[in-house]
């Protein structure tokens, strides 16, 4: 496997007039090409801090990210799903996914077709010229998915995504993220405080502990797919995750 | 585009006319409250008597007296030459004091307004944009804001003279002040998730500005707007009457007080009211429920409707 994505040494400290506050210390992470990494740890880990960084929202106090080998740039193509509803109200579900199409220049016709084709992935080609305010919450969130995706991105970055939804559609979005996850074969990285969910989706579970924020441990998930979340081997591994962030 | 509209129901015609007739009785509902404060003024007015009776007119006295400010110069120039061409129609029905009162105001309020609109909105941005200008713009518009616009009246009167464009300063600037701060506190207040969903998709500031920030503001740029058009409004029907201008509705209001000629001023009022909720049936309504309201930004003011 090659190295999507390498982490080394990474330190956050956020420097507020108020408080300093070490977000982060000591991070080592190597992510293969196409893999599917969860992140777990209790609020105020810096769980979403890492993906920010990732993202070149926030800045690097110390240590390096590289991709492919090379220094993170700003402009390199990340898809974000957001935790907050992160849609344009003005834009219908397809002009929201071929936003990150026109900023890259393609033409009308292509922009069109690719949209329809990522809305088809997430299932709500039907839906294409609704408004998001007339979709439905986990819709809302399909549709963001397939923005993120839909200028064909090297890494997905997803921060809690259906952390806001029923537990159905929770479940419902979660084997739809398997699903365009083992269609697409992109590198994911996904936040999430569901322990359920981190065992379902993930390759890999990275679980993170607080003050300073740091690195625990580094689970292997290798249960064959699609997984069934009663399997005693699935409730198992639960446990063991929930173990970890909480004793340390 | 919405589903939500469900093929019509086949309906028995009885049912159809009770629909059509209750849906009919529902609309004109705003109507009523008039029809009542009408009845109690002709009930009142019919009481007054003599020279009471002349300050009080009666609701088909003012209603006459409207017809005749109308159509007075016509009668007379038709009772002098019975064959007038039909443009010269029109051009004697111009020369009713009532129109030229109401076309003066009818082109001079929407033109102030509309420089309002884009001088407000150019410095709006430029305040949400540049730091520069946000801190030279914000104390001087907190001071300007709370003055009533019309105290400018005597000096512009002054600087400008008495003229069209004198109204036309006051009523502009009155309505520049709540525009350049609606729009500044709309780009200001943009949700910056959307900010940074542009950015994740590496947008650039001028797109993003262009794509994200002004849909993303349309909301509060259209109620400035809404306040501006209010206080344009306001100043200008004020500065008319104060800067002491010729033609204009309220420049007639104050004229017609010296001939004690209530019903002209009632008409006149009338106007003015019809006025307000033209503009914003016309302006605001459609801008809206093509905009913000179609993109669930702002509740429908149909929905309001349909609750009460
Ligand atoms: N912009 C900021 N300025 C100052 N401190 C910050 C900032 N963002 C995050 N922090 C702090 O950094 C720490 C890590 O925050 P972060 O949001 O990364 O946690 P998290 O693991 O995502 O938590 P949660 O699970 O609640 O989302 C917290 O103590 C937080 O208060
Ligand atoms: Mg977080």
Redesign the pocket.
């Known amino acids: 496997m090659v190295t999507k994505i390498s982490i080394q040494n990474l330190r956050k400290i956020y420097d507020t007039p108020e408080r300093r506050v070490h977000a982060l210390e000591g991070v080592n992470l190597n992510i293969e090409d196409g893999e599917f990494i969860c992140l777990v740890g209790l ?1 105020g880990c810096g ?3 890492l ?1 920010n960084m990732l993202a070149g929202f926030v800045e690097i106090t110390a240590g390096t990210i590289t991709m492919d080998g090379k220094p993170l740039t700003q402009d390199y193509d990340k898809g974000v799903v957001f ?1 907050e509803y992160a849609l344009f109200p003005w834009r219908t579900a397809r002009q929201n996914v071929e936003y990150g199409l026109e900023i890259r220049n393609v033409p009308e016709e292509e922009r069109n077709r690719i949209a329809l084709e990522y809305l088809r992935l997430v299932r709500l080609e039907d839906f294409a010229d609704f408004f998001p305010h007339n979709l439905s919450g986990g819709m809302r969130q399909r549709v963001a998915v397939a923005r993120a995706m839909a200028f064909d991105p090297q890494i997905l970055l997803m ?2 995504p259906f952390g806001a939804l029923d537990a159905q559609t929770r479940e419902e979005l979660q084997a739809l993220t398997v699903d365009v996850w083992q269609k697409t074969k992109k590198t994911i990285l996904y ?1 999430t405080h569901n322990l359920s969910e981190a065992v379902y989706l993930g390759n890999r579970i990275v679980v993170f502990v607080p003050n300073p924020g740091r690195i625990r441990e580094i689970v292997k998930v290798d249960l064959p797919r699609p997984r069934d979340d009663l399997a005693p081997e699935f409730i198992r591994l639960q446990r063991h995750v929930n173990d970890l962030i909480r004793d340390f | 585009m919405q589903t939500s509209e469900a093929p019509p129901v086949p309906q028995s015609m009885d049912e159809k006319k009770k629909e059509l007739r209750t849906s009919l009785l529902f609309k004109l509902r705003p109507i009523y409250p008039f029809i009542v404060i009408l009845a109690i003024w002709q009930v009142a007015a019919m009481q007054a008597r003599g020279n009471q009776g002349r300050l009080f007119p009666t609701v088909d006295a003012i209603v006459y007296r409207a017809w005749e400010l109308v159509t007075d110069p016509l009668f007379r120039a038709l009772a002098e030459n019975p064959n007038l061409s039909f443009l010269d129609h029109i051009w004697k029905l111009l020369e009713s004091p009532i129109l030229l009162h109401t076309l003066n105001t009818a082109w001079r309020l929407p033109f102030s307004f509309f420089i309002a609109a884009v001088v407000g909105t150019i410095v709006g941005i430029m305040m949400g944009r540049f730091a520069f200008w946000e801190s030279f713009f914000v104390p001087l518009l907190s001071v300007l804001l709370p003055i009533p616009a019309i105290a400018w009246t005597p000096i512009v009167v002054i600087w400008s003279g008495i003229g069209d464009q004198t109204v036309i300063v006051i009523t502009a600037f009155a309505s520049f002040l709540p525009i350049a701060m609606a729009v500044w506190t709309g780009v200001k207040t943009v949700n910056p998730v959307w900010i940074r969903a542009a950015q994740s998709m590496n947008a650039d500031k001028m797109t993003i500005f262009r794509t994200v920030v002004l849909p993303g503001s349309l909301p509060m740029i259209l109620s400035g707007m809404r306040i501006g058009l209010a206080r344009a409004w306001r100043a200008g029907v004020g500065a008319e009457a104060f800067a002491g201008i010729r033609w204009g509705l309220s420049a007639g209001i104050f004229d017609a007080q010296e001939y004690l000629d209530i019903a002209f001023m009632m008409v006149a009022l009338g106007i003015l009211g019809l006025f307000g909720f033209v503009l914003e049936k016309v302006l605001f309504q459609p801008i809206e429920s093509r905009t913000v309201i179609r993109w669930g930004m702002m509740e429908a003011m149909g929905a309001q409707d349909k609750k009460v």
Do not use: A, I, R
């Open positions: 609020s769980k979403t801090t993906l935790q921060d809690e936040v």
